[in-house]
């Protein structure tokens, strides 16, 4: 059977930027950028081919 | 296979999985997928990939944000940052590892016969300057007399767009070849030259050049996800390093930077249990490893 070690003070901090991550991405999309990098991803770029 | 070869090689396949270009199909997808950004570096514009490219898209954000000001758009780059913030609060840089398309044609690259190199310590800090200038502070400040900015780390040095998206849809559409000039040519040169340095060194480009691996990396001591060393246990035997994929030494720091969290040193290197991690606090279960090793 598997053991667990001793258990470590458990950490906030990547909870509280997980939060903050997670409400930029909301307002991102509000805002309307899923559609404005759809808009990009739907067409050849000429620039990452190296042609632009 | 090892399972992450598996998940790597997964990751690979979902992320290109439009298949249908080469039959008579579109010559690139372009569905609602295409506007959730992956979390590798895989160019948006392979014919197969299905979803952005984060490296792109936040460029593209950063470069059109002035006149799209001008007309209303609030296009901060918030979606893209958040995303990436969200995988980095939760695991830090362990995507460049798994699901990295790119990560993963180096490591493949780097298994060529040769004789091998250590890639100095110093161009571990580039990729911070080629994420602040090239895709940051360069689309947002040199614009033209539209206030457009250019995507600068896609058109002058990705070398992943030159060969997932340049040399397939040169050959699939001959209509742009008749455009190919000094640009796509110093881009060739530079792609051939990251071939070679992948060969010599181990991730080379994921060390010293990748903007995605470098936003990752700023959450590698903060994330949840972290790895421990015990002190008392570890012999310094350097079998860690030897096996590291980013020469990281994992006695010095076992949250490096360049720490991809591959999990090979718990699970293959370390026979005296030194190395483990943690998730938020609670430590991983034992590996057969640390068990022998108690």
């Known amino acids: ?52 | 296979m090892s399972f992450r070869r598996f998940i790597q090689l997964a990751a690979t396949v979902l992320t290109n999985a439009y298949w249908l270009f080469p039959f008579g199909g579109a010559s690139m997808y372009a569905g609602r997928l295409k506007s959730v950004c992956v979390p590798g570096l895989n160019c948006w514009s392979c014919p197969a990939a299905v979803g952005a490219c984060p490296v792109g898209a936040l460029q593209n954000i950063l470069a059109g944000l002035r006149p799209g000001l001008e007309v209303g758009n609030k296009h901060f780059g918030l979606y893209v940052v958040g995303l990436l913030g969200v995988l980095g609060s939760l695991v830090g840089r362990m995507p460049c590892a798994w699901v990295c398309p790119f990560g993963f044609f180096q490591e493949l690259m780097h298994k060529i016969p040769s004789p091998k190199l250590k890639m100095p310590g110093f161009l571990s800090y580039l990729k911070y300057v080629f994420l602040g200038l090239f895709v940051v502070l360069l689309p947002l400040l040199v614009v033209d007399e539209f206030g457009f900015g250019q995507i600068w780390f896609c058109k002058y040095v990705c070398p992943a767009g030159t060969l997932e998206a340049g040399l397939p849809m040169l050959a699939l559409k001959p209509d742009l070849r008749d455009m190919v000039g000094t640009l796509f040519y110093v881009k060739l040169t530079l792609l051939f030259a990251f071939l070679a340095w992948m060969v010599l060194c181990k991730r080379p480009f994921c060390r010293a050049v990748c903007p995605l691996g470098a936003i990752y990396s700023l959450f590698n001591k903060a994330s949840a996800f972290r790895m421990t060393w015990d002190a008392e246990k570890c012999v310094l035997c350097g079998q860690c390093y030897h096996d590291c994929p980013m020469d990281v030494k994992f006695w010095e720091n076992p949250n490096h930077p360049d720490c991809i969290r591959c999990l090979k040193c718990y699970q293959k290197s370390c026979k005296y249990g030194a190395i483990s991690y943690e998730i938020a606090g609670v430590p991983a279960r034992k590996t057969l490893n640390e068990k022998a090793a108690s």
């Open chain 1, 1 to 52: 059977m598997p053991v667990r070690t001793k258990k470590l003070p458990t950490r906030k901090l990547p909870f509280v930027l997980l939060l903050f991550f997670v409400a930029a991405v909301v307002l991102g999309i509000n805002f309307g950028e899923l559609g404005a990098v759809f808009e990009k991803a739907v067409t050849i770029c000429l620039d990452c081919i190296g042609i632009g």
